[in-house]
T-cell receptor, first 109, second 114 residues
Framework: KNEVEQSPQNLTAQEGEFITINCSYSVGISALHWLQQHPGGGIVSLFMLSSGKKKHGRLIATINIQEKHSSLHITASHPRDSAVYICAVRFLSQGNLIFGKGTKLSVKP | KAGVTQTPRYLIKTRGQQVTLSCSPISGHRSVSWYQQTPGQGLQFLFEYFSETQRNKGNFPGRFSGRQFSNSRSEMNVSTLELGDSALYLC?????????????FGPGTRLTVL
């Protein structure tokens, strides 16, 4: 069965902390996306990965294909990073994205 | 470049009615995907259109349908609305297709069914 699991569900951090959000999936994939959703609903695509590592500003995304696992890291977290972070996966057997339940991040000043 | 736009942004309907939502993709993008987001089920894929053809369909009843026009604008229709159809409906566009490219999301249409 094609499944995507995210952890943790909720995360509270102090400003400046290093944050890691995890995503595991069940079978082979062609791509993995990390999305950010702010209150109000707007979704922004942060990364699309099929292997290795990508970095954009304070955000880093890694994927380990053998382990079927991806992580999203936020360095020097800031209150404006508070949002829901969603992992979405395109399995080899499917054409559409399957989404994790999301991780709600709250960064306190 | 203008982003993805969705109209209307908010909609209130009653059970049994039908509704049509509209999505205008980024200029030059030929793929439009639709998603439903609810607190219980999270984000779920509805369908994807590419060059006026439905490329992929999610596991939703036939009451949910869509189409894409020659200018890449897309509409989705929900007939015989049920309370459970209350959700945020998001569309996303990409250049060649959701399988290959980053997707750009619209702000969503929040549908409430009473």
């Amino acid at each position: 069965k094609n499944e995507v699991e995210q952890s943790p569900q909720n995360l509270t951090a102090q400003e400046g902390e290093f944050i890691t959000i995890n995503c595991s999936y069940s079978v082979g994939i062609s791509a993995l996306h990390w999305l950010q959703q702010h209150p109000g609903g707007g979704i922004v695509s942060l990364f699309m990965l099929s292997s290795g590592k990508k970095k954009h500003g304070r955000l880093i995304a890694t994927i380990n294909i053998q382990e079927k696992h991806s992580s999203l890291h936020i360095t020097a977290s800031h209150p404006r990073d508070s949002a829901v972070y969603i992992c979405a996966v395109r399995f080899l057997s499917q054409g559409n994205l399957i989404f994790g339940k999301g991780t709600k991040l709250s960064v306190k000043p | 470049k203008a982003g993805v736009t969705q109209t209307p942004r908010y909609l209130i309907k009653t059970r049994g009615q039908q509704v049509t939502l509209s999505c205008s993709p980024i200029s030059g993008h030929r793929s439009v995907s639709w998603y439903q987001q609810t607190p219980g089920q999270g984000l779920q894929f509805l369908f994807e259109y590419f060059s006026e053809t439905q490329r992929n369909k999610g596991n939703f009843p036939g009451r949910f349908s869509g189409r894409q026009f020659s200018n890449s604008r897309s509409e989705m229709n929900v007939s015989t609305l049920e309370l459970g159809d209350s959700a945020l409906y998001l569309c996303a566009s990409s250049r060649r297709g959701a399988s290959y490219n980053e997707q750009f999301f619209g702000p969503g249409t929040r549908l409430t069914v009473l």
